[in-house]
């Protein structure tokens, strides 16, 4: 059985950075492409970055570029993401998220190719 569990969200300043974990179980996790999405509300959930199996390719979203980086450590089965300089348009829910298919990246994912999400951790920016 597959398990993606996020952790480290909560309530931040604006401005400050925050990291995000994830902790992948039930599958070879040195083999898979992972993504973080996110979901603001009222809006439609969105890629936000990707990292791929060995951890040296690395894509983002354009509205994150630059203050966002996906990384993973495959001897703990965990990924990252760092949010640097938090606003208040980062307030969402972000999931971690992998496909069903091993050594497959897809640069720019819709929700739609993900076969396994994680239920997801709050992050609220405040002014």
């Known amino acids: 059985q597959v398990q993606l569990v996020e952790s480290g969200g909560g309530m931040v300043q604006a401005e400050y950075s925050l990291r995000l974990s994830c902790a992948v179980s039930?599958?070879?996790?040195?083999?898979?492409?992972m993504y973080w999405f996110r979901q603001a509300p009222g809006k439609e959930r969105e890629f936000v970055g990707a990292?791929?199996?060995?951890?040296?390719?690395?894509y983002y979203a354009d509205s994150v570029k630059g203050r966002v980086t996906v990384s993973r450590d495959n001897a703990k089965n965990m990924m990252y993401l760092r949010i640097h300089s938090l606003q208040s348009d980062d307030t969402a829910v972000y999931f971690c998220?992998?496909?069903?298919?091993?050594?497959?990246?897809?640069?720019?994912?819709?929700?739609?190719?993900?076969?396994?999400w994680g239920q997801g951790t709050q992050v609220t920016v405040s002014s």
């Open positions: 998220a992998t496909t069903r298919s091993s050594f497959s990246m897809v640069p720019s994912p819709s929700p739609g190719v993900i076969g396994y």
């Open positions: 039930g599958l070879t996790f040195s083999t898979y492409a």
């Open positions: 990292i791929n199996w060995n951890g040296r390719v690395t």
